[in-house]
Nanobody, 130 residues
Framework: QLQLVESGGGLVQPGGSLRLSCAASGFTLENNAIGWFRQAPGKEREGVSC????????KYADSVKGRFTISRDNAKNTVYLQMNNLKPEDTAVYYCAAKTTALLTQVCTGWGNLPSFGSWGQGTQVTVSS
């Protein structure tokens, strides 16, 4: 069964940092762009960042630009999201997912369209609070 597993969430004070990991089980990530998404209570799930299969192209939501960095280590079959200068509004469950749109699986084109992604993980909670 193809599955992604997120880890690294937790409770952090405003201005703090966390690094989330997204590991694959049952398949290799190297052929897929990977996206990070988040969902806060009472809000729709939204795109946070995306990285192409090669790692050569990255995308960020305006709300996290300059604070979050996405990266990947295909040898470890893992994608990371480094989150710095965290704010209370970053509080959410964070999910990763693999791009599954036919012929576009390796690039982040259309990454804001959530149905373009599959193999969603179970999510990891990030809480930013003093």
């Amino acid at each position: 069964q193809l599955q992604l597993v997120e880890s690294g969430g937790g409770l952090v004070q405003p201005g703090g940092s966390l690094r989330l990991s997204c590991a694959a089980s049952g398949f290799t990530l190297e052929n897929n762009a990977i996206g990070w998404f988040r969902q806060a209570p009472g809000k729709e799930r939204e795109g946070v960042s995306c990285i192409s299969s090669s790692g050569g192209s990255t995308k960020y939501a305006d709300s996290v630009k300059g604070r979050f960095t996405i990266s990947r280590d295909n040898a470890k079959n893992t994608v990371y999201l480094q989150m710095n200068n965290l704010k209370p509004e970053d509080t959410a469950v964070y999910y990763c997912a693999a791009k599954t749109t036919a012929l576009l699986t390796q690039v982040c084109t259309g990454w804001g369209n959530l149905p373009s992604f599959g193999s969603w993980g179970q999510g990891t909670q990030v809480t930013v609070s003093s």
